[in-house]
């Protein structure tokens, strides 16, 4: 299966007519995992066709407001849509009180589970993993508390090579798994058929890799080495760099510097401040850096 990202919003702080704060809809092995939830988000759900019912996890980064601010709402319409599945939430220590205490004074009831998973270490963790994905925290540098995400993929079976496998009329349907799995066959006569005669390659696993907001920070490099695609915050351009520290930030500079020294496969940029008309001075300062760097497009969704 296609991983597909979609970019919801991308803009810091304020959310303006054309622009959404921080969200994303990761599709990766039919799973759809929701990545920061600022104000409006489920009105971007919307406009992208997404499926409420099958968003059953989602990363919250940090509690800054162009972060979370949407959370409680479109929890709330989980419940008005008739949800019973439960809803797994991750995010920094405290977040189950916010919301809880939201849900309480407002008197929202729901009719599911929400699991909440807290986090508060400071080094990388694996949070989730199934038989087909795994998410790592990848600890940053912010003002408060923050984490960006790795998504893998885990990697996939080979593919049954059809056209050799009908030569032997010993290998029957019940023994496709083990082949796929990677092991060899033992013919009646004990001739050994290896594996990589009996498969085809499958397609290389992706991964994907989300780190807003955050001060530059070569920490993350390891744990990115080689992504597929990093999305990397760039709140300023270079020339407001003492602005960026203040304020817990990175530069478009400097997100192209961590890509080039991860060896990403290509780089989005984000989270820009409203000072910038133009974005695309953010591209023509990365590009210097890091060549495959490009803006997000509300909405668009992306093959990774």
Do not use: W
Not at 221 to 242: A, G, Q
Not at 259 to 271: D, F, P, R, S, T
């Amino acid at each position: 299966m296609s991983t597909y990202l979609t970019i919801l919003g991308f803009n810091s702080a304020i959310p303006t007519i054309n622009s959404s704060p921080t969200a994303q809809l990761l599709e990766m092995e039919e799973r759809h995992f929701l990545i920061d939830c600022g104000e409006g988000t489920q009105v971007q759900l919307r406009k992208a066709k997404a499926r409420f019912s099958k968003i059953n996890h989602i990363f919250i980064s940090h509690l800054h407001g162009d972060h979370c601010f949407g959370l409680p709402g479109l929890i709330a319409s989980f419940r008005l849509l008739g949800r019973e599945m439960p809803l797994h939430v991750y995010g920094p220590k405290g977040i189950k009180k916010m919301l809880e205490t939201i849900f309480t004074i407002t008197e929202t009831h729901r009719g599911f589970e929400v699991v909440y998973h807290e986090l508060d270490k400071d080094y990388s963790e694996k949070i989730y993993e199934d038989n087909r994905v795994e998410v790592y925290t990848i600890p940053l540098d912010h003002r408060i508390y923050c984490n960006g995400y790795l998504f893998r993929e885990k990697p996939k079976d080979r593919h049954i090579n059809m056209k050799e496998i009908a030569k032997y009329d010993e290998i029957e349907v019940c023994d496709y798994h083990n082949i796929k799995a990677g092991k060899d066959f033992v013919l009646s006569d004990g001739y050994v058929l290896k594996n990589e005669i009996l498969t085809i390659d499958p397609l290389p696993s992706v991964s994907y890799a989300f780190c807003s907001d955050t001060r530059y920070l070569e920490t993350v490099i390891p744990i990115i080495k080689n992504v597929t695609v990093l999305y990397h915050e760039s709140t300023f351009l270079h020339d407001l760099k003492e602005m960026a520290d203040y304020t817990g930030h990175t530069t478009a500079l400097e997100a192209a510097r961590i890509a080039k020294k991860a060896e990403v496969g290509k780089l989005i940029l984000g989270h820009f401040s409203n000072r910038y008309g133009d974005l695309t001075v953010f591209t023509d300062e990365a590009r210097t850096i890091f060549p495959n760097t490009f803006l997000p497009k509300a909405l668009e969704s992306v093959k990774i």
